[in-house]
């Protein structure tokens, strides 16, 4: 089973994938448009011409020569018919899409122009080890069971935290003393749940990279128990549910990233007469992993805003067109060696418009190596849907950013997870908290801080909300302890039982 390939994201037939917009390469930096003459202009030449029927080449820059070499290429080869023989020997067959001379020569472009390394990334400032106004509090430990952690969300209706693992997916309520009840046990692990209407729950189907139709959505019963049977089914891969009134008939209808594996999508559920529903889709390519719904452009009409994270990575704009559809528009687009992982609506600069928190560090796959662009980014928003990236923080293998007034100051700080930290050299990265000490007159600044937690667990998934009632935002860390060791020789020194962990906010 790889966890990372139903979280956040493969890199399969989209590992060349570019992205379109400058701004969004960050960091990254890249090998740029050279003089090339030779084998390796024929090379550049021909990844544009074959890659680009499906999408962009990727600059050799992003990856080192070996991830190309030995990971990469040899996993894209298939996909143009061409056989591979021991990683570095390639032949033509008859399905073949290209003569094997041109790919050769994408070959020797990768490998020529590409690093012998790449740096981890860094960070710009130095991070305070404080608990930044955190009180912590745990459940017991499970010795019994490796703690698998799946999802956790807050219900702060009850002051609870929901829990579900890969190993038994069951879904776990957990009441403000920790006390756990076992609410039901669902045929696969709970992804999602949401608490903003009526709560449903989201269940995975099949953890495994397959195109199976077996995720559900279930809602749940005000004893926190979700019912007997599913009310949407047969979805491939769903990670993520919310709801809006798409078609302003009084009824609630549901927006599904189906995540799936080669296929998959957005899709939106259309609530019609005695409980049933008319699919949809809205985007029907596979990598769906995220929405958030709203009345975006001020029509009185709900709109969505998503995030693909497969192949042709980016974030889009769906405009309700008033009769049952939606328009598309791309607002930011990204390579999919950055591995994006979560997105979030905030005001950052305090303008009334909505800019977008994103991070980008799934790193599952072929290129398991340690990136400098990996991170957690903000986009301004210029007006007229443009986005323009403003804010860069560097963060190995980072999983998910949530944005909420934590300190009560009237602007959002930042919270984050990284599944795929620097495990040797940055453990503590693995989870930290960003107060934002912006002037209202100039630009984005955040103050990092990092609990010291590392030793507790391994988190890959979070939730924010007041799980104590006191009227702040409080973080709640589910810990996924065992597997997905990138790095060599790195052996679990957190607690590989604690199921998740609390981080109470102390601000008054």
């Known amino acids: 089973m790889n966890l990372l390939k139903w979280l ?31 084998e390796l202009a024929a090379g550049r030449d021909a990844a544009k011409r074959y890659c680009s029927t499906c999408h962009l080449p990727v600059d050799p820059a992003l990856l080192d020569k070996d991830t190309w070499k030995n990971q ?42 590409a690093p012998a390394s790449l740096s981890a990334a860094h960070s710009p400032a130095a991070v305070s080890p404080d608990w930044a106004n955190f009180k912590l509090k745990t459940p017991a430990s499970d010795t019994a069971r490796l703690a698998t952690t799946t999802m956790v ?67 749940l019963e005000p004893t926190g128990k979700p019912d007997a049977q599913p009310f949407i089914t047969g979805l491939r891969r769903p990670l993520h549910t919310t709801e809006a009134d798409f078609n302003r008939d009084g009824k609630t209808d549901y927006a599904v990233s189906a995540f799936g594996h080669a296929l998959g999508g957005l899709y939106v559920f259309m609530q019609m007469d005695k409980g049933k529903f008319e699919k949809i889709p809205v985007r029907e390519v596979a990598g769906a992993t995220q929405s958030v719904t709203g009345d975006f452009n001020g029509d009185g009409w709900p709109d969505i805003i998503a995030l693909f994270a497969h192949a042709d990575e980016g974030i889009w704009l769906f405009t309700n067109n008033q009769k049952g559809g939606f328009s598309e528009k791309n607002l930011l687009r990204f390579p999919p060696v950055y591995g994006s992982s979560s997105f979030q609506l905030a005001d950052f600069n305090r303008d009334g418009k909505p800019d977008i928190l994103y991070t980008a560090g799934d790193n599952s796959d072929y290129s398991r190596i340690l990136k400098p662009y990996h991170g957690i980014y903000i986009f301004l928003n210029q007006g007229n849907f443009q986005f323009e990236q403003n804010w860069f923080y560097p963060v190995n293998g980072a999983t998910k950013a949530m944005a909420a007034d934590f300190d009560r100051d009237g602007d959002p700080d930042i919270a984050s997870v990284a599944f795929f930290a620097d495990l040797h050299h940055n453990p503590a990265e693995k989870f930290l908290y960003f107060r934002n000490e912006s002037p209202a007159t100039s630009g984005l600044k955040f103050q990092p801080f990092s609990p010291p937690i590392s030793g507790l667990g391994r988190w890959i998934c979070m939730d ?23 790095q060599e020789e790195v052996k679990a020194d957190w ?14």
Not at 18 to 26: D, H, I, K, P, T
Not at 96 to 107: C, L
Not at 155 to 174: G, N, R
């Open 153 to 219: 969300a807050i219900d702060t209706a009850s002051k609870a935290v929901f829990t579900s693992s890969s190993e038994v997916s069951s879904l776990i309520k957990w009441n403000n003393t920790f006390k756990k009840e076992e609410m039901a046990l669902l045929p696969s692990p709970a992804i999602h749940v949401s608490f903003s209407g009526s709560p449903i729950v989201t269940a995975v189907g099949e953890m495994k990279a397959y195109d199976v139709s077996q995720g559900e959505l279930y809602r």
């Open 464 to 486: 924010v909300n007041d799980w104590d009632g006191d009227g702040d935002p409080d973080i709640v860390l589910g810990n996924y302890s065992k597997g997905f060791l990138n």
């Open 72 to 113: 990469v290429l040899p996993a894209m080869a298939p996909y143009l018919g061409i056989e591979v023989w021991q990683k570095s020997q390639y032949f033509a067959s008859e399905k073949s899409a290209m003569p094997i001379a041109e790919w050769m020569n994408i070959v020797a472009y990768y490998d020529s122009l």
């Open 495 to 508: 607690n590989v039982y604690l199921p998740f962990l609390v981080l109470e906010n102390a601000n008054q």
């Open 8 to 38: 956040s994201g493969l890199l399969v037939i989209g590992i060349f994938v570019a992205m379109v917009a400058v701004q969004s390469c960050g960091p990254a930096g890249g090998s740029g448009e050279k003089e090339l003459t030779g």
